[in-house]
């Protein structure tokens, strides 16, 4: 199905331990986005890309690490979790300033 | 550097009766505006956005929002809400740099619809 899938849906790892989020669009868009959304804070943008290649550090980067070898793929990784690492985290895509938004994944970091 | 407020964290509106979600917005020229939903355990969904032109702009599922330019403010309304209305609301504003593909959220409102 066309659209905008994130996975794993729900991921519970440990302090210290890499994770790596997957995002995964089929329009093409050239944009696309990583935010966590965390209580009292609404959405906060991690990284973005403007196409393949192409990355940036958006309001809150440190401890992610991003790669866009594809233009259909935004991984986002962290190196090395924290506690305040525990959030949800979307991913989204962009056409002529409208974002489209994947269902999110809820991770836990213990 | 551009920003939203929201400054209802929470609202509760009857069913069926009238509803106006605030947000002002920082930003010295003419803002993108963009009004999101977000359903539990969903991800969010656009409801109206505003570049320019007419500054009362209609959107999905009955919503409408009005830039007003001396209040700094795009505030949504809807003038009957439903139960299915409940969720929680996010006001954003397009980023300078990047065409303004980059937005700045809100920290959103939560809509709660009773019986």
């Known amino acids: 199905d066309a659209g905008i899938t994130q996975s794993p849906r729900y991921k519970i790892t440990e302090t210290g331990r890499q994770v790596t989020l997957m995002c995964h669009q089929t329009?093409?868009?050239?944009?696309m986005f990583w935010y966590r959304q965390d209580l009292g804070h609404g959405l906060r943008l991690i990284y973005y890309s403007a196409a393949a290649d192409i990355t940036d550090k958006g309001e809150v980067p440190d401890g992610y690490v991003v790669s866009r070898s594809k233009t259909e793929n935004f991984p986002l990784t962290l190196e090395s979790a924290t506690r305040s690492q525990t959030s949800v985290y979307f991913c989204?895509?962009?056409?002529?300033?409208?974002?489209?938004f994947g269902p999110g994944t809820r991770l836990t970091v213990l | 550097a551009q920003s939203v407020t929201q400054p209802d964290i929470h609202i509760t509106v009857s069913e069926g009766a009238s509803l106006e979600l605030r947000c002002n917005y920082s930003?010295?020229?003419?803002?993108?505006l963009f009004w999101y939903v977000q359903s539990p355990g969903q991800g969010l969904q656009l409801l109206l956005k505003?570049?320019?032109?007419?500054?009362l702009v209609q959107g999905i599922k009955g919503f409408e929002a009005e830039f007003k330019r001396s209040q700094s403010s795009f505030n949504l309304r809807k003038p009957s809400v439903h139960w299915s209305d409940a969720a929680e609301y996010f006001c954003a504003v397009g980023a300078i740099g990047t065409g303004f593909q980059k937005l700045v959220f809100g920290t959103g409102t939560r809509l709660l619809v009773s019986p």
């Open positions: 989204a895509s962009s056409l002529y300033n409208e974002q489209f």
């Open positions: 329009w093409s868009h050239s944009y």
């Open positions: 505003y570049f320019s032109g007419d500054t």
């Open positions: 930003y010295g020229a003419t803002p993108y």
